[in-house]
C-alpha cells in the first residue's frame, strides 16, 4: 500500500499504479528490510527507478515522516495497524506485492488448541488491519485465498 497525506491527490484513489510514484518524494525501509526488496520489485516491475528521499529503519518512523508531509511510503497492509491513529490514508497498489504467510500441518494430525487460537487471532488482525477492514482486504489486488488443500499435497507428495 502506498501511505501518504490525507490530502495527497492518492489519498482519495480506491487504488494507484506503481508508474504514479514516479518523481514523488518516497520515504523507504533501509537496504536490509525484506519489506524494502518488495519494494525493490515493485518499481523494477513497473519499469521506474526507486529514488528514496529518505531512508529508516522502522515503520513507524517511515508513517511519522508521512504524517510530517516529507514524502508517500509503500509499506505492507499491516502497516495501517499503527496508521489509524495518524492524519494519513493509505491506498492500495496495482499489481500488488506480497508476501505469503502461510501454517502447515500434517495430513491427519489435529493442531493443538493454542495453534488454532494463534490461526484465528491471526486471521482477524489481517483483515482489521486493512483500511476499511475484512471487505477491503478482500478487494486488495494482493489478496490470496488460503491454499491449506495445496499445502497438504505439497506436504504428501514430499512424504
Not at 18 to 32: A, F, H, K, Q
Not at 124 to 143: D, F, I, Q
Request: proline share 6%; net charge positive.
Amino acid at each position: 500500500m502506498v501511505f501518504c497525506t490525507s490530502n495527497h491527490p492518492l489519498a482519495q484513489r480506491q487504488a494507484a499504479n506503481w508508474r504514479e510514484l514516479e518523481g514523488l518524494p518516497l520515504i523507504t525501509l533501509t537496504r536490509d528490510s525484506g519489506i524494502r526488496l518488495l519494494v525493490e520489485v515493485g518499481f523494477e516491475t513497473a519499469q521506474i527507478r526507486l529514488v528514496p528521499a529518505y531512508e529508516v529503519g522502522q515503520i513507524t518512523t517511515a508513517l511519522a515522516m508521512v504524517e510530517a508531509g516529507l514524502g508517500i511510503a509503500v509499506l505492507p497492509t499491516y502497516a495501517w495497524a499503527g496508521a489509524k491513529a495518524m492524519k494519513i490514508s493509505a491506498t492500495a497498489l496495482t499489481p500488488g506485492i506480497a508476501r505469503d504467510i502461510a501454517m502447515i500441518t500434517r495430513t491427519g494430525r489435529s493442531i493443538a488448541p493454542a495453534v488454532s487460537a494463534f490461526a484465528r487471532f491471526l486471521a482477524k488482525y489481517t483483515n482489521e488491519s486493512v483500511p476499511g477492514g475484512a471487505a477491503a482486504a478482500a478487494r486488495l489486488p494482493s489478496a490470496r485465498k488460503p491454499a491449506r488443500a495445496s499445502t497438504r499435497a505439497k506436504m504428501k507428495a514430499r512424504k
